[in-house]
């Protein structure tokens, strides 16, 4: 069975940072392109960010990008999300999926994936 676990959330001043960290077992994200979504309360997932399983390329929503770092370590079947000056905006509980597709277009970035995490809630206070 394929899980995917996320840690690394938690409360957080206005212009702090925070990494989040998504384990994986049961499956091997070397290959996989890895997303990170956010839900922010009482909104839609929104993608937030992606790193593609060939050529490491990667994408970020306008809302994040400057501030984010997405990466991975694949010796350690580990993916990241390095978050800086972040911003009561930023709020939400945080997803890491994996195995699909992710592009960024006019609307944004959109990712269709097939295997999540429960999320890690941040929150960041004023």
């Known amino acids: 069975q394929s899980h995917l676990t996320e840690s690394g959330g938690g409360l957080v001043q206005s212009g702090g940072s925070l990494n989040l960290s998504c384990a994986a077992s049961g499956l091997i994200l070397d290959s996989y392109t890895i997303a990170w979504f956010r839900q922010a309360p009482g909104q839609e997932r929104e993608a937030v960010s992606c790193?593609?399983?060939?050529?490491?390329?990667?994408i970020y929503n306008d809302a994040v990008k400057g501030r984010f770092t997405i990466s991975r370590d694949n010796a350690k079947n580990i993916a990241y999300l390095e978050m800086n000056n972040l911003q009561p905006a930023d709020t939400g509980v945080y997803y890491c999926?994996?195995?699909?597709?992710?592009?960024?277009?006019?609307?944004?970035?959109?990712?269709?994936?097939?295997?999540w995490g429960k999320g890690t809630p941040v929150t960041v206070s004023s």
């Open positions: 790193i593609h399983g060939t050529g490491r390329a990667t």
């Open positions: 999926a994996a195995h699909g597709s992710c592009s960024k277009g006019e609307d944004g970035v959109s990712a269709d994936l097939e295997y």
